[in-house]
Every structure is written in structure tokens, then in C-alpha cells.
């Protein structure tokens, strides 16, 4: 090789490594300012993807959705994979009015890019408003699986369309028989905040659904119902829920014999307890069956003991009656079963009180169920003690076969009835 030769060679590798360096610099510059400063950046690298991506967002921030689109264009150019360009031409198509187009180029972006949180919320949206509700809520489940921080906003936002749109409060009930694992959120939402009859809507759904309500979603729905006054639903709802053969009637007291394990939920037997006070479902010889519910005091204050009853009792006059035994029970007063109407706790029964040693024997109470403020009522242990250590007790106490009937009339003698006659 000629010496002239030679050096055109060595100059043209020369010029070769400068150029290959300055495109080093000016890519990792341009790569350096896309974020920050896009036009800067593409001034350095004219297709850096980046630098295009930013600045069609920001041309749309700035509300100039021509210009963000037709740099959205210059980047598919220059990189065609880009999710990111199917959004910015997205919104600039809703941007102008034209939701067809922004519709089918989100759908595109989310098949590219399945968790750009813009795309999805806007498809979300536009679901929501076109009645597409099975299709919003899978989209609402892929973007709390990737961003559940948007659960904050989102849950109480699907509330207020339940509250809106019966349709909607249906479609939400029958996605939550598949359990996301927003289904706890959306359901306290919606009975802490959405009206009654969205919540009996969503609730219903879920009950009549495989699988129906746990014990806690039924047990707060039905709480729900009663905090609203809404006792005749909140007891058909439960009788419902309990799956009981009633056709042999409704009793007046739920599970009066204790052969039913005892829920607490809804229109069942409470048996709460407090520090001092255990209550429990026992087998027991003496009992009409194979159960008793047994009370122990540990020598320690019984105020409100939890152990209750919700009643539903039409206005008329009734007998209370129940089965009692007593081992060593000690009080200030004695223990009493009271009724009260659940309105203003106004008490309309009382029993005999129990206090000491005694074997099985049978209490009975007359009372009568107003005609007004009385839609429901509590049957409940309590001690009348004045407060103190007169609240204090000790021992046990075993109940069974507790009944609510017609009171029976009441019958003069013939020798009673003589001297009324006389009397006239």
C-alpha cells in the first residue's frame, strides 16, 4: 500500500472513532436531559424516545393535543413498540372530542403496555359511562393488582356509582362473588357511606351467589339494616340467611332450647360476656334437650352481661317463659330476664329475679308490646344492683326453653264472679 493510501485510511478510521464518540456523548447528554428537558435533549439526539415521549406529554399538559400528537407520530417513527405514543395519541383524540378513536388507541396501549395507569383508568371511565360495567370492573382488578394504591380514590368512587345506577349495584355484587381482594374495602365502603337500599342490593346479590356472605359480612349487613330502622328487612334478610326450616312457623324467640350452635348475628342469642362473666353453650342432663346455656360469675362486677336476644313482636300481649336452675347464686338484687323496646330502650317486661341454690324450674312473665315506638325489642339478662359492689356476683346459672306466646286471659272463679254480680 502506497504512503498517501496509508494515511486516507488511518484519517478515515480517525473520523470514524470522533463520529462514534460524538454519538456516545450526545446519546448519553440527550439521554441525560429527556426527562427534564426534552427539547434540549432531541437537540442532542433528534429520535431519542424518551426525550419524544416527554415532550408530547408535556405538549399536552400545556393543553396543545395537535402538537402532542404529531410528536407522538414522530416517535412511533422512531420507535414503533412504544406504548407510551398509543396513550399521547389517545388522549389527544379525547382531548378534540373524538372518544371512538381514543377508545381503540387505548386498547392498543394497553395491549402494549398493560400497566400504564392512564390508559387504564380511562377505560375504566369510559366503561362506567357507557354501561359496560363486567368490563370496567375486570379492568378496576388489573389495576389494583399493579397499582392498588389507587384503591383510595376508586372504591369510593364505585359507592357512588352503585348508589346511582341499581344496574351498576348489581354488576358489583355479582363481580364480588369472585372475591378480588378488594372485596373487603368495597364492602365497608359501601355500608359505611352508600344509601340502604344500595347496600341491601350489593348484599343481596352476594347472599343468593355460591359461596354467599362469611358470618362478619352478614352479621355488619344486618347491622346496617337495623342502624337505619330497617327492622322487618334486617329480620327477613336473616331468617334467610340462617337457612332454617320454617314451615312450621317463625318462633317468637330464636333458638329457645340451645340446640342450634348459637351465632350471635342477626336475630340469634348473643353471648358476649365480660371480664368476670363466661357464657357458653353446654350440654346439660336436666335441659328439655341435649343443651343449656350456662352463666358463671367469678365473684366480679356484671354490668351489661351481652347475653341477648333481638325480638321482633307485633304490638299485643304476651307470656315470657323460660327454665332456670341456680347453684350458689349471689347478688345485691337477684338477676332478672327484661325485655325493652329497642326505641328508647323503654322497659315493657321484667321476670322474677333469680338468686341462690334451686333446681330446674319455670319463670313466667306477662308483658305487652306497645302499639308505637316498639318495631323491635331485647330480651336480656341484667342485674339490677344500684352500682358498686352491689353490682358484684358469683355462682352459675343454667337457662333453657325460653318461649314468647299469647298471654293468657284471664280467668275469674265462679265464686269471684258471683260477688261482682252482687256488687251491681
Known sequence: MSRPAHYALLLAALVLAVFAGWRIVATRTSDSLARSAPRHALAWDARNPDALLALAQ?????????????TARELLRSAPLQAGAFTILARAAAARGDHDTA???????LKRAPRDQYAREWMIGDQLQHGDYAAALHNVDVLFGFAPQHRIALIPLLARVAAQDPNFASALGTHLTQRPRWRDAMLAELLAHAPIGTVDDVFGTLQSAAGGLSDDEAG???????QDGQWGEAYSRWLGWTGVDLSHGIPLVFNGSFERPVSGIGFDWTMRGEPG???E?????GASGAYAAQVTFRRRRANDMGFQQTLMLAPGTYSLSFRARGDDL?????????????????AIATSPRLDGSFEWKTVTADFTVPASNCPAQRLMLTNPGAGGSAKVV???LWFDDFHIG?????????HSLQEHRKAR
Open 281 to 285: 353453650r353446654v350440654r346439660s342432663a
Open 220 to 226: 355488619r349487613w344486618f347491622a346496617r339494616l337495623e
Open 58 to 70: 408535556q405538549q399536552l399538559n400545556t393543553d396543545h393535543p395537535r402538537q402532542a400528537a404529531t
Open 406 to 414: 299469647p298471654a293468657r286471659p284471664v280467668v275469674e272463679s265462679h
Open 330 to 346: 349471689r347478688s345485691d338484687q337477684g338477676l332478672e330476664w327484661d325485655i325493652a323496646c329497642v326505641a328508647g330502650g323503654v
Open 103 to 109: 377508545r381503540k388507541l387505548f386498547g392498543i396501549a
Open 277 to 279: 362473666v363466661e357464657i
Open 394 to 396: 358469683s355462682g352459675t
